[in-house]
């Protein structure tokens, strides 16, 4: 038996890998191995991984807790399971008249309230790269790319 553990370490083993790492592998089961009986049972094997597991899910709630007051709302939640969720909500404040679509003036209004340092003729120029239909308005897809392809929402 292999010092308390319970279990026999084949003599190849000892032969093929370095006593070091042999000893990791030995420690690894008799970790899960809880009653040193030499074998991982299915109970055993799922409470390891239960157990090893519990930190990351831990830290997947915290992630998800945004106001980190130990529950997760709703919206925190919608927010995890629909990525451009802010961006659309956003998107609707900026969109004063309420017609899902985002006009040259929402555009400056947008640029003055954040002090984007822009002039109307820029901002033209720039309302034309994001307005790839044409139609002088911003569709909620037509900024989810702009925001992508420059950066700013």
């Known amino acids: 038996m292999s010092e308390n553990f319970g279990f026999e370490v084949p ?27 030499g074998k991982i049972e299915l109970e055993e094997y799922m409470s390891y991984l239960l157990n090893r597991e519990q930190e990351n899910f831990l830290r997947k709630f915290k992630y998800l807790d945004t106001d980190q007051d130990g ?13 451009h969720y802010l961006m659309l909500k956003k998107f ?3 969109d004063t008249d309420g017609n899902g679509l985002l006009s040259f003036e ?8 954040l ?8 901002l033209q120029k720039l309302m034309e ?7 002088g308005q911003v569709t909620f897809d037509e900024y ?5 392809r420059f950066g700013f929402q």
């Open 115 to 122: 002090e984007f340092p822009i002039d109307s003729e820029q």
């Open 11 to 37: 003599e190849e083993a000892r032969q093929l890998l370095s006593p070091q790492k042999l000893e990791e592998i030995k420690q690894a089961f008799a970790q899960i191995d809880r009653n040193h009986d």
């Open 144 to 148: 989810l790319e702009a925001i992508i």
């Open 71 to 83: 529950v997760i709302e709703f919206e925190e939640f919608l927010i995890a399971a629909e990525p």
């Open 92 to 94: 609707k404040q900026f």
């Open 129 to 135: 790269l994001i307005d790839r239909d044409n139609d």
């Open 106 to 113: 929402e555009a400056r209004h947008i640029a003055e309230k």
